[in-house]
């Protein structure tokens, strides 16, 4: 008798987090889909993407390749001597 109590004592407890987790779920859905339109909305400040950071970090990235390459043939160069 006390497993069976026990029993459904759990599956009430799985009940609740399901419902818990679809609550949760659709908050997590309905919050994404009001972002997505202030991100389309130019006049919602800090919700366009930061594009001059973007630009600024591939610069920085493909300077940091440059000079890898750079140190590379360097290394081959004295290598070969």
Known sequence: MEHEERAD?????ADRMEQESERVGGKIDQTRGDWESKEGDQTVPGAQPDVEGEV???IEEEREEREQIERKAEQEEEDDE
């Open 9 to 13: 004592q759990m599956e009430r407890e």
């Open 56 to 58: 600024r970090q591939e």
